[in-house]
């Protein structure tokens, strides 16, 4: 996967550092009520689509953007979700990053899905009681999702753990 040139040259000047990063996923439902998911090339798991937003960007047009570049759906974000920070993420090449994710429920308007970058390996909607294995940070995001109400976030005092 291609790293922003933004993280690129920051990445320049903190090298393998631990960096706090802004993010957005998306759980997009098309008219059947089946949830769109996508095989990262990265892990090869199965996942919410999404990722890291950039300069400028305001959250809303970053979870549009990732989700059309990752599986060539158009969507409109309805609401937030919830908002989430992950574990430490070391990765192979030494890199720490931690991301505050912002969650998006959103309705598919165009577009078939498909892979439609190298970030994804497979996409297709998966109806949600035969949903498959996922990481279980993003079944809690589906859930709260689904809970509707008020967006989930953490409450004051609580901890997120440093390692995954």
Not at 38 to 50: H, N
Request: glycine share 10%; hydrophobic share 40%; aromatic share 6%.
């Amino acid at each position: 996967m291609p790293i922003l040139d933004y993280i690129a040259q920051l990445r320049e000047k903190t090298g393998h550092d631990l960096m706090l990063l802004p993010g957005v996923c998306a759980l997009v439902l098309n008219d059947k009520g089946e949830i769109l998911l996508q095989r990262r090339a990265d892990s090869g798991r199965w996942g919410l689509p999404g990722g890291i937003m950039e300069p400028g960007e305001v959250p809303a047009t970053a979870v549009v953007r990732e989700v059309f570049e990752e599986t060539g759906v158009t969507v409109v974000p309805e609401r937030i979700t919830g908002v989430y920070t992950t574990p430490l993420l070391t990765y192979p090449n030494g890199d720490r990053a931690q991301y505050v994710i912002i969650g998006f429920a959103c309705r598919a308007v165009a577009g078939v899905a498909r892979v439609n970058d190298d970030e994804s390996l497979e996409v297709a909607y998966f109806q949600l009681d035969a949903l498959p294995e996922l990481h279980p940070s993003h079944r809690a995001r589906i859930k709260d999702a689904c809970a509707g109400g008020s967006p989930w976030f953490a409450p004051p005092g609580a901890s997120v753990s440093l390692v995954e």
